[in-house]
């Protein structure tokens, strides 16, 4: 490859995003674009660089080994240039986080955070999946992000750094004329023989299914097929009338009609919560989101493993440490 003169961000961050997604239809919605825009930029890029970036062909899209070497590089520089605009913003920005889903034990960190730091604008979004939600950071549009660090790819590990928030005890939700809705417990050998959703097909949640289909390995459960995505309480009660399937959640989803929520014990699974950011990410907002954090962790016990309780093995939880206080 030459050596390249002063490349626009634009197009490193157009190869960014089809280097992370594989696929050129994800990576140009990712970035708002259209296909052919994002086409143009590649191909602009390989022209700029002397060399070919991608190997494309109609049923896949896979890195050259040049573009292989460059994005390290491309990272390191898209790295440089947030954090030079960061520093020149004067009042810093409102810090956008997204907490998954309403009622979580995230919003608690986050009403946390804003005691810390009333003066600063920390706004919360309801997206719901860490995959997702990393994309979304990624491409400069979130901040940061709460969920299962060790089941993102690799590719997007690379990209964010993580603070281990707490091990979240995981439930079950059940139609609340199902057998097992009786029970004040559901031992996970009483689910032998169904099938469980457990976000299958989504997109934005693959960590979800994949901590799932770890924990019903040799249990005789299976993970339900892909369904359409709920959004919103009504449909969600009207689904689960018409399709009465488990639904794998945590002990602190939040109370949906027509259902009861039970949690699963033997084993005790546990959902290791990380709070997650854009490597290299300078925000006072963060600062107070961390050090919430790790308050309430060690107030409430959230980094002990009760008696009992299953991880998968191997997993990556993220650094236990929170910025110095400030002041």
């Known amino acids: 490859m030459s050596t390249p003169g002063d490349l626009d961000p634009r197009l490193l961050r157009a190869f960014v995003a089809v280097a992370e997604e594989l696929h050129f239809t994800r990576a140009a919605a990712r970035l708002y674009l259209a296909q052919q825009a994002l086409s143009r930029d590649i191909r602009r890029l390989e022209r700029e660089l002397g060399g070919e970036l991608f190997v494309r062909t109609t049923r896949q899209v896979a890195l050259t080994p040049e573009g292989e070497r460059l994005l390290p590089y491309a990272h390191r520089v898209l790295t440089a240039y947030d954090e030079l605009a960061d520093a020149f913003r004067g009042e810093p920005r409102p810090l956008l986080v997204d907490l998954n889903s309403a009622g979580l034990g995230h919003e608690r960190v ?64 059940l139609p609340e004329n199902d057998p097992l809705a009786a029970l004040p417990e559901v031992p996970l050998g009483a689910l032998a023989g169904r099938a469980v959703y457990a976000g299958a097909g989504n997109a934005r949640t693959p960590e979800w299914t994949d901590l799932a289909t770890r924990l019903f390995a040799g249990h005789d459960i299976r993970v339900a097929p892909p369904a359409p995505l709920v959004v919103g309480v009504e449909e969600f009660r009207r689904v689960m009338a018409k399709a009465p399937t488990p639904v794998l959640a945590v002990i602190d989803f939040p109370p949906m009609p027509g259902t009861v929520l039970r949690p699963l014990v033997d084993p005790v699974p546990l959902s290791p919560v990380s709070l997650v950011w854009r490597k290299g990410l300078r925000h006072p907002g963060l600062d107070a989101l961390r050090r919430a954090a790790a308050e309430l962790a060690a107030a409430e016990g959230w980094y002990e493993r009760p008696a009992g309780s299953w991880l998968p093995d191997g997993e990556v939880l993220g650094a236990l440490t929170a910025p110095p206080r400030s002041g």
């Open 110 to 173: 986050m009403r946390r955070a804003r005691e810390l730091a009333p003066e600063l604008e920390l706004m919360a979004r309801y997206e719901s999946g860490l995959t997702g939600a990393v994309h979304e950071i990624a491409a400069g549009r979130l901040d940061a992000s709460f969920g299962r660090y060790g089941g993102l790819a690799p590719v997007l590990r690379a990209r964010v750094e993580a603070q281990f928030v707490r091990y979240e005890p995981m439930a079950v939700l």
